[in-house]
């Protein structure tokens, strides 16, 4: 093992300075080159044409003004410095520019300083807007302009003066992956994309999933239809790696794991730990940025795949209030929400802005019923009393769905340097409310009928077993119906046949609580040696599942079992404090030497609440094989309940410059003590070369780790799962043990450690004319990687079972492991293309791509992930190609959108069942969105997801008896819900 990672590495190595000698020699050619640019620019709108001059310069760009602010540019032609380039654009506006030794472009107005009297009222609407904006906005981030943000971005600087202090405040800006101020996302050293809130607001549903997944190719969601807790917070996968594969941070701070741990789901997410996304109000983001990147050098354990920051708003002129209401075609999923945010100023130098989100959404239902139906009906089961379909498989109900967030920035600067205090939050809650399988009153297994011989199961309900139950009868036999109807008619008897004697359907769901606080200061002090930058910070969060059954029975308590159950809970408690300091120092490079380093704790608690009693209680009735425990989920017992933590300490370093004015290189270092499980040591190294005007070259190799999370390794419990035998649902009783258990090593057990990742990327920018088309190739290969296994009971096991503590009721159990490596690679691919109609740019069309290819290696012969369908399953479960072609178009009060989000083909493993495997064809989804005006300040939109109706193609097996009707694939990348159409109304106050 180890001399193979050798190798591999060594060749990863080998590719990488062969790339980097490419870089050099590009770099030789280009460096003696003048700094003047080529600039071909039509007279436009100001913030088109000052956007492009940025791009082709490179430089950053700060620009006050919002779109309603039309002032039309000089055109623009020829090879010129940026000096010169500034002046002859902007020569007769009301505009002027000043760049800085940063590399900032820094625009304002020259207010009264106009040369016709009908530019006054202009001036006028722009003088105001820079009151608004510029004197109640301080050290903001700048969002910049990507492939997936609407044209003329507005950036915000912070002050309308020209002192030196507010300039320092104007240049305070960091996107992710680079810890260097002024940083803009077209000048990264890796793949980075933006998805600025005009986006995020022209979304048809809210939720951040839905959105993300509808704009970047690389980053998918499934439907979840029936997966216990997966339905309650659901999972998300980027370059196709699990979800705890990828760093999720609000405003650049680690954000906290849900209480959920994925034990039912689909392929690639099995045991994974992720973050709970849908606890954050869209309506209250800024923009979201995604690194398409391994950094787990840069910001520690999961960001193997890469990042994914929400950057919070922070204007005090968000001001918005948004009514929104859709439907699906079938006329079911009705979701109505109402959400707002809302900015102030705090003093004279601070801003907070409150945001929140009301929702509701109603289940949907896409199956049939279940063809074995028909034979209870024939057998004299009463049509009422069967639900219609037996199983509602889609979207479940989510009620009492509440979301309220605060960001707060307060302004404590001195003459001397800035001071900035924050402090950002939020709360929220949510009950889900899903389906479960379908009990068959004939059929079903250790509730109706004794697994051993399939007979009926009779409760005699007295303390003496005098309750006189007829003899066992397998159900359809002639003497059948007669059995029952002496058990109906008899006090001291029972069977779950009288209390559902259609069967049942329990119905799984829970309430999230999702809380966090973070506060911090940065700033900046100034000393002989250098010009220090700091953010002091500490965060808590907490996300708190409660879990519920209703409409089921535990079987080992017969009549007396109770119909609905509290099941327990689960809690995931994190605390992080980080230092993070940085300083530039001229060591005679094009830009100063930027320095940063720091340091983490994080504490990490996993804790598990038992449920009710009658939930995980073994009754009086076990003999005859009768279920223990909530039937489809047992609760937690307090053998299973408890606390376990741990603290993990990290250091790092992170250096970036650029070299010249074409090269720029950055190196990040980044030790970790992940306690009780080891130490690790990364690093990553990037670089960019601006080979000529048009292309630049990008590429970074890096190792990464993800280290188990603690409920990865401490969690144990008693869940059942579901498989189809012989067209009937057979319940299995499975047992999460500990990966150090007998039983466990006799698989593949042992200590569970680090997964290992080395990450290469290589990619290239292009600016032909107007368009834009970055591509950029990514390699992740990842030893060690841990997942959840579940292996059947066999005999030769019998002497591990109570040692290991395993029940004597379960015919499988789950383990956690190290158990295989694997290698990603694909391509993503990122084009933009704006469209001139009239005088400015009203349209723009942009192309996402992406290609991911994912293999498996088996290090473990006897690990369940030999088997073929396994590996196929975690493969190929998420498409491997995706792209997202979006139009965009705006004329005078109309606005309009047109996607098409193109799926490729997929395998999907129904019920989560390996030996269900299919494959499903490729699907093109289209959704358009139309918005109109009322006013500056009130928008209509309405707008239509999946206009076609689009559909996966049905289940092999679908219509035949005893697959509940569930004749689409439950774990669709797209679902399948078909058409959903929407009205929202936006109102700016």
């Known amino acids: 093992m180890s001399g193979r990672l050798f190798r591999d590495n060594k060749r990863k190595l080998t590719l990488f300075n062969t790339v980097f000698i490419v870089l050099l020699l590009f770099y030789t050619i280009n460096s003696h080159a003048a700094v003047r640019y080529a600039f071909n620019i039509p007279a436009m709108n100001a913030a088109a044409a000052l956007n492009k001059v940025a791009d082709i310069s490179g430089y950053s760009l700060l620009y006050p003004f919002d779109d309603s602010i039309i002032v039309m540019t000089n055109p623009l032609h020829g090879k010129y410095s940026l000096s010169e380039a500034l002046s002859i654009l902007l020569l007769d506006t009301h505009l002027n520019a000043v760049t800085t030794e940063k590399r900032v472009i820094a625009v304002s107005s020259v207010l009264g300083n106009y040369k016709n009297p009908e530019y006054f009222a202009m001036d006028m609407q722009i003088k105001k807007q820079l009151k608004q904006q510029m004197n109640t906005i301080k050290h903001k981030s700048i969002i910049a302009v990507?492939?997936?943000?609407?044209?003329?971005?507005?950036?915000?600087?912070?002050?309308?003066?020209?002192?030196?202090?507010?300039?320092?405040?104007?240049?305070?800006?960091?996107?992710?992956?680079?810890?260097?101020?002024?940083?803009?996302?077209?000048?990264?050293?890796?793949?980075?994309?933006v998805v600025n809130n005009q986006v995020i607001r022209r979304q048809g549903k809210p939720d951040i999933l839905s959105i993300l997944s509808d704009v970047v190719p690389s980053y998918n969601v499934t439907q979840e239809a029936i997966s216990d807790a997966g339905t309650i917070v659901r999972p998300a996968n980027l370059r196709g790696l699990p979800t705890d594969s990828t760093l999720i941070l609000v405003n650049g701070k680690r954000r906290h794991r849900s209480g959920v741990i994925y034990e039912y789901i689909s392929g690639v997410n099995i045991g994974a730990h992720g973050v709970d996304l849908d606890s954050i109000p869209s309506i209250a983001l800024k923009s979201i940025e995604v690194l398409k990147d391994g950094a787990a050098a840069q910001y520690g354990s999961d960001a193997i795949a890469g990042v994914v920051n929400f950057r919070l708003e922070n204007s005090t002129e968000a001001d918005i209030i948004e009514l929104r209401t859709g439907e699906y075609g079938q006329g079911d999923g009705r979701q109505i929400a109402i959400s707002g945010i809302w900015g102030t100023n705090i003093a004279e130098a601070g801003s907070a802005n409150f945001s929140f989100e009301l929702s509701e959404n109603k289940p949907t239902s896409r199956g049939i019923q279940d063809p074995a139906v028909e034979q209870l009906i024939s057998g004299g089961v009463n049509n009422e009393d069967i639900q219609k379909p037996v199983v509602h498989w889609g979207a479940p109900q989510i009620t009492e769905n509440i979301k309220l967030l605060t960001n707060?920035?307060?302004?404590?600067?001195?003459?001397?340097?800035?001071?900035?205090?924050?402090?950002?939050?939020?709360?929220?809650?949510?009950?889900?409310?899903?389906s479960f399988f379908y009990r068959n009153p004939n059929t079903r297994a250790s509730v109706y009928t004794n697994p051993n011989n399939g007979t009926r199961l009779f409760f005699d309900m007295t303390s003496d077993g005098t309750g006189n139950c007829p003899t066992a009868t397998v159900p359809g036999d002639s003497s059948d119906a007669e059995a029952l109807a002496n058990v109906f008619a008899n006090d001291d008897c029972f069977a779950f046949n009288e209390r559902f004697p259609g069967g049942f359907t329990p119905r799984f769901g829970g309430k999230v609580l999702d809380t966090s606080l973070t506060a911090g200061l940065r700033g900046l002090l100034k000393t002989d040696f250098a010009e220090l930058s700091y953010d002091v910070s500490l965060l808590t969060g907490k996300n708190k599942v409660t879990y519920h059954l209703w409409n089921s029975v535990n079987a080992s308590l017969g009549e007396h079992s109770p119909s609905d159950f509290e099941l327990g809970t689960q809690i995931q408690t994190e605390q992080l404090f980080n230092m993070d300091f940085s300083f530039p120092i001229d060591v005679g490079f094009e830009s100063e030497l930027n320095v940063a380093f720091g340091y983490q704790q994080h504490f990490e608690q996993f804790e598990i609440i038992a449920g009710e009693e009658a939930s995980y209680q073994t009754g009086p009735f076990t003999d005859n094989g009768e279920a223990i425990g909530a039937n489809g989920f047992p609760g937690f017992s307090p053998k299973t309940a408890g606390t376990n933590s741990r603290t993990s300490d990290a250091?790092?370093?992170?250096?970036?410059?650029?070299?010249?004015?074409?090269?720029?290189?950055?190196?990040?270092?980044?030790?970790?003590?992940?306690?009780?499980?080891?130490?690790?040591?990364?690093?990553?190294?990037?670089?960019?070369?601006?080979?000529?005007?048009?292309?630049?070259?990008?590429?970074?190799?890096?190792?990464?780790f993800r280290a188990p999370t603690v409920a990865q390794s401490t969690m144990q419990r008693i869940s059942t799962t579901n498989s189809v035998i012989n067209g009937a649902v057979v319940q299995q009783t499975s047992q999460l043990v500990s990966a150090l258990s007998p039983i466990a090593m006799s698989r593949s057990g042992?200590?569970?450690?680090?997964?290992?990742?080395?990450?290469?990327?290589?990619?290239?920018?292009?600016?032909?004319?107007?368009?834009?088309?970055?591509?950029?190739?990514?390699?992740?290969?990842?030893?060690?990687r841990l997942s959840l296994f579940s292996s059947e009971i066999v005999a030769s096991d019998s002497h591990l079972l109570t040692v290991s503590g395993v029940t004597p009721q379960a015919s499988n159990i789950q383990y956690y492991a190290n158990d295989f490596d694997s290698v990603t690679q694909g391509v993503d691919v990122v084009a933009t293309l704006p469209f001139h109609f009239q005088s400015e740019v009203d349209g723009m069309l942009s192309l996402a791509?992406?290609?991911?290819?994912?293999?498996?290696?088996?290090?473990?012969?006897?690990?369940?992930?030999?088997?073929?369908?396994?590996?196929?399953?975690?493969?190929?479960?998420?498409?491997?190609?995706?792209?997202?072609?979006?139009?965009?178009?705006?004329?005078?009060?109309?606005?309009?959108?047109?996607?098409?989000?193109?799926?490729?083909?997929?395998?999907?493993?129904?019920?989560?069942?390996?030996?269900?495997?299919?494959?499903?064809?490729?699907?093109?989804?289209?959704?358009?969105?139309?918005?109109?005006?009322?006013?500056?300040?009130?928008?209509?939109?309405?707008?239509?997801?999946?206009?076609?109706?689009?559909?996966?193609?049905?289940?092999?097996?679908?219509?035949?008896?005893?697959?509940?009707?569930a004749i689409y694939p439950t774990n669709s990348p797209y679902g399948f819900n078909g058409s959903y159409y929407y009205m929202k109304v936006n109102w700016s106050f």
Request: aromatic share 12%; net charge negative; proline share 3%.
């Open 750 to 784: 042992g200590g569970l450690e680090p997964e290992k990742a080395m990450n290469f990327s290589f990619g290239i920018l292009s600016e032909i004319d107007t368009a834009n088309i970055t591509v950029d190739y990514f390699h992740i290969d990842i030893t060690d």
């Open 849 to 965: 791509f992406n290609y991911t290819d994912t293999k498996l290696h088996v290090t473990n012969d006897i690990s369940p992930i030999a088997n073929d369908n396994v590996r196929k399953e975690r493969e190929k479960g998420i498409p491997n190609t995706r792209t997202v072609l979006t139009y965009y178009h705006w004329q005078g009060d109309i606005s309009a959108m047109l996607r098409v989000n193109y799926y490729g083909s997929f395998y999907n493993a129904q019920f989560n069942d390996v030996s269900l495997l299919d494959k499903f064809d490729a699907r093109a989804i289209t959704d358009i969105e139309l918005s109109y005006n009322f006013t500056q300040d009130v928008v209509l939109t309405v707008g239509a997801q999946n206009v076609f109706d689009i559909y996966p193609e049905e289940f092999s097996k679908g219509r035949e008896a005893g697959f509940l009707g």
């Open 651 to 704: 250091f790092y370093l992170d250096i970036e410059s650029d070299i010249s004015d074409a090269l720029s290189m950055s190196l990040a270092m980044r030790y970790e003590n992940i306690g009780k499980i080891g130490n690790t040591f990364d690093g990553k190294l990037s670089v960019r070369l601006q080979a000529s005007e048009q292309i630049a070259l990008r590429s970074t190799l890096s190792s990464g």
């Open 146 to 193: 990507s492939p997936f943000s609407l044209p003329y971005s507005s950036y915000a600087p912070d002050s309308d003066s020209q002192t030196s202090n507010n300039e320092e405040s104007l240049e305070r800006i960091q996107i992710i992956g680079s810890r260097r101020f002024n940083r803009s996302p077209l000048e990264t050293l890796a793949p980075i994309e």
């Open 408 to 434: 707060i920035e307060l302004d404590l600067g001195t003459n001397s340097g800035y001071r900035d205090f924050y402090l950002f939050g939020n709360w929220s809650q949510r009950e889900v409310n899903g």
